[in-house]
């Protein structure tokens, strides 16, 4: 299975929104609604920012959003703070009940 | 309050066989609503699905390692385990155990990971 495509990096100014795009296929993103998006600061562990594309758990911030079109996924952060400069990783359920991840997106709040 | 902890040498030989636990404290591996997997990253590198299994056995692996691991559950320690055999230097990896709510991808609790070298 091939990894999802998302960009190496995205960066935005304090207060302003960005998004991270996450690239699948028909055999994973496209065809079901099991995609979950991972925060990962430095020498931390993943926390779980949204899952099934669109909900966020319990104390997650409503800044952070999730959506999908077709065979790709989006993470959109908006009001860009200084603590969510951190790696950001989708993952998708595909058709051979397996799972993947995508290659990972740096994020830099300038 | 659910806490996962994973446990094993932090040292492998290559060719040899690399073997992880992870305990679950605050919750039943036995819940019919959750299923138990591992998840690895190479230094530097992003993150990597390696499998799961449900309370029933039932196992799922990524296609690229299947060859070569093996989940396995044990109820009555409360923990599941990983084996990876026939190791070479690019399985060395943080490895995470975490788990995932059924019909979701909601991965909502994880391991603090354990770096696992392959080095003779």
């Known amino acids: 299975q091939s990894a999802l495509t998302q960009p190496a990096s995205v960066s935005g100014s304090p207060g302003q929104s960005i998004t991270i795009s996450c690239t699948g296929s028909s055999s994973d993103v496209g065809t079901y609604n099991y995609v979950s998006w991972y925060q990962q600061h430095p020498g931390k562990v993943p926390k779980l920012m949204i899952y099934d594309v669109s909900n966020r758990p319990s104390g997650v911030s409503n800044r952070f959003s999730g959506s999908k079109s077709g065979n790709t996924a989006s993470l959109t952060i908006s009001g860009l703070q200084a603590e969510d400069e951190a790696d950001y990783y989708c993952n998708s359920y595909t058709t051979s009940s397996t799972w993947v991840f995508g290659g990972g997106t740096k994020l830099t709040v300038l | 309050q659910l806490q996962l902890q994973e446990s094993g040498p932090g040292l492998v030989k290559p060719s040899e066989t690399l073997s992880l636990t992870c305990t679950v404290s605050?919750?039943?591996?036995?819940?019919?609503?959750?299923?138990w997997g591992w998840i690895r990253q190479p230094p530097g590198k992003g993150l990597e699905w390696i499998g799961n299994i449900y309370y029933s056995g039932s196992t799922s692996y990524n296609p690229s390692l299947k060859s070569r691991i093996t989940i396995s559950l044990d109820t009555s320690k409360n923990q599941f385990s990983l084996s990876l055999n026939s190791v070479t230097a690019a399985d060395t990896a943080v490895y995470y155990c975490a788990r995932r709510k059924g019909a979701s991808g909601s991965r909502d609790c994880w391991g603090q990971g354990t770096l696992v070298t392959v080095s003779s």
């Open positions: 605050g919750g039943s591996i036995s819940s019919s609503s959750y299923y």
